[in-house]
């Protein structure tokens, strides 16, 4: 049985794992954030998040199977996965065993494949099945699991060789392009959305194309009012269970966006509301950091922000779309405003120009294209006359 205790460390909650010990017989222990601060009326919900996290790490492993070649190859990356779970964040583990569980397993369980069997053809027929109906991209995702499975089945001398190495995609047929709402659209959404738990969700995703994860994780701390900025370095997310993170996506999602006047209005008027609530409830008050939360104070969840948000757009006849296509609402309306690709790829924290170009270049062309009809009608003007 895994064990653990509750810590704290730097003002913060910390459920401190011991995960046994290496090969050297030293003790391994795992820190993992809470994402709670030491002060009063956390210490309960603490604990609670602290047995929430013993409990995932004493999720019962599956029955102990004989480690060599002749195991099923399905069996093979069951266990291979909970043997990553000690060395990889708790919702990329979740996200794995998702991939693996809906789609890796049952089908090479039913294939009965050994893993000494395992070839480039069963591989390869499996993901042709799977592109018939998943986009490339998710496939890629499987591919991750089962690249680095085999690969550790080499280094520990059960096959000779990784058959997924040379496996190869073929190209998704249309290239993605994102929804997005127009500047009138825009600007009723905005006012239809006023006064609803979820408005500050869609200023922060139309006024600044923050992702949901980014939205959900935003901290007033993250805010510096007296230099008008805003820093995006907290984020949460959800797989099967909730998890706050003191980090982003990637390196350059960690990024420090201007505070414009009218954003800046709006988080101060909000600001004060969650005050007001707050004094109101009294010792009945959650009293965390976020800014996106409950009137009692609970952060609303990513998954939450989502579902009320497909709601509130069928009940007010808006087009469906994703929370992220506000994202590409933001983008959509800095390009008809003049601003450059780079600077709207800073903003959005993509790692690079080309992601942006990507997902917006049918944006950019149009852009284009009305940019040369202004001059054909100085030219036209200049031919009447």
Same mark, same amino acid.
């Not at 069951?78 to 089908?107: F, N």
């Not at 496939?139 to 520990?156: N, S, T, W, Y």
């Not at 948000?309 to 087009?319: H, I, S, T, V, Y």
């Given at each position: 049985?895994?064990?653990?205790?509750?810590?704290?460390?730097n003002?913060?909650?910390?459920?401190?794992i011991?995960?046994?010990?290496?090969?050297?017989?030293?003790?391994?222990?795992?820190?993992?954030?809470?994402q709670?601060?030491?002060?009063?009326g956390?210490?309960k919900?603490?604990k609670?998040?602290h047995?929430?996290t013993l409990?995932?790490?004493n999720i019962?492993k599956?029955?102990?199977?004989?480690?060599?070649?002749?195991?099923?190859? /399905?069996d093979?990356?069951?266990?291979w996965?909970?043997?990553?779970?000690?060395?990889?964040?708790?919702?990329?583990?979740e996200?794995?065993?998702?991939?693996?569980?809906?789609?890796?397993?049952?089908y090479?369980?039913?294939l009965?494949?050994?893993?000494?069997?395992?070839?480039r053809?069963?591989i390869?027929?499996f993901y042709?099945?799977?592109?018939?109906t998943?986009?490339?991209?998710?496939?890629?995702?499987?591919?991750a699991?089962?690249?680095?499975?085999l690969?550790?089945?080499v280094?520990?001398?059960l096959?000779?060789n990784?058959p997924s190495i040379?496996?190869?995609?073929?190209r998704?047929?249309t290239?993605f392009v994102g929804?997005?709402?127009?500047s009138?659209?825009t600007?009723?959404?905005?006012d239809?959305?006023?006064?609803?738990l979820?408005?500050?969700?869609?200023?922060l995703a139309?006024?600044?194309?923050?992702r949901?994860?980014e939205?959900?994780?935003l901290?007033w /701390?993250?805010?510096?009012?007296?230099?008008?900025?805003l820093?995006i370095c907290?984020?949460?997310?959800?797989?099967k269970?909730?998890?706050a993170?003191?980090?982003t996506?990637?390196?350059s999602?960690?990024?420090?966006?201007p505070?414009?006047p009218?954003?800046?209005?709006?988080?101060?008027?909000l600001?004060?509301?969650?005050a007001?609530?707050?004094?109101?409830?009294g010792?009945f008050?959650?009293?965390?950091d976020y800014v996106c939360?409950h009137?009692?104070?609970?952060p609303?969840?990513?998954?939450?922000i989502?579902?009320?948000?497909?709601?509130?757009?069928a009940?007010?006849?808006?087009?469906?779309?994703?929370l992220h296509?506000?994202?590409?609402t933001?983008?959509?309306?800095?390009?008809e405003?003049g601003?450059?690709?780079?600077?709207?790829?800073e903003?959005?924290g993509?790692?690079?120009?080309?992601t942006t170009?990507?997902?917006?270049?049918?944006?950019y062309d149009?852009?284009?294209?009305?940019?040369l009809?202004?001059?054909?009608?100085?030219?036209?003007q200049k031919?009447?006359?």
């Amino acid at each position: 049985m895994v064990t653990g205790s509750l810590q704290v460390s730097n003002g913060k909650y910390y459920s401190v794992i011991n995960l046994g010990k290496n090969s050297e017989g030293k003790r391994v222990q795992k820190r993992v954030p809470l994402q709670l601060e030491d002060i009063k009326g956390n210490k309960k919900l603490a604990k609670a998040k602290h047995l929430e996290t013993l409990a995932f790490y004493n999720i019962p492993k599956p029955e102990t199977k004989t480690m060599d070649s002749n195991v099923l190859f /399905s069996d093979y990356l069951d266990l291979w996965l909970e043997e990553k779970k000690a060395t990889i964040q708790i919702t990329t583990y979740e996200s794995y065993r998702a991939t693996a569980d809906k789609h890796v397993i049952p089908y090479f369980k039913q294939l009965g494949v050994c893993l000494s069997d395992i070839s480039r053809e069963n591989i390869q027929k499996f993901y042709d099945i799977q592109t018939k109906t998943l986009k490339v991209g998710t496939v890629k995702k499987q591919h991750a699991l089962i690249r680095p499975a085999l690969q550790k089945a080499v280094l520990d001398g059960l096959i000779e060789n990784n058959p997924s190495i040379t496996i190869t995609f073929k190209r998704e047929r249309t290239r993605f392009v994102g929804k997005f709402l127009t500047s009138e659209q825009t600007s009723d959404l905005l006012d239809k959305i006023k006064g609803s738990l979820i408005e500050p969700v869609i200023v922060l995703a139309i006024f600044l194309g923050l992702r949901r994860s980014e939205i959900a994780g935003l901290k007033w /701390s993250a805010i510096d009012f007296e230099r008008d900025r805003l820093e995006i370095c907290h984020t949460v997310v959800r797989i099967k269970t909730t998890h706050a993170k003191d980090e982003t996506k990637s390196e350059s999602s960690n990024r420090i966006l201007p505070l414009i006047p009218s954003v800046k209005s709006y988080l101060l008027e909000l600001r004060s509301k969650q005050a007001y609530e707050k004094e109101i409830l009294g010792k009945f008050y959650n009293d965390t950091d976020y800014v996106c939360r409950h009137s009692d104070g609970r952060p609303i969840s990513p998954q939450y922000i989502s579902v009320v948000f497909r709601r509130f757009l069928a009940k007010n006849n808006f087009p469906h779309i994703r929370l992220h296509d506000l994202r590409h609402t933001c983008a959509s309306l800095l390009l008809e405003s003049g601003c450059d690709m780079k600077t709207i790829s800073e903003i959005l924290g993509h790692s690079d120009i080309s992601t942006t170009m990507n997902l917006y270049v049918h944006i950019y062309d149009e852009s284009k294209r009305d940019a040369l009809a202004k001059l054909g009608n100085i030219l036209q003007q200049k031919s009447v006359t």
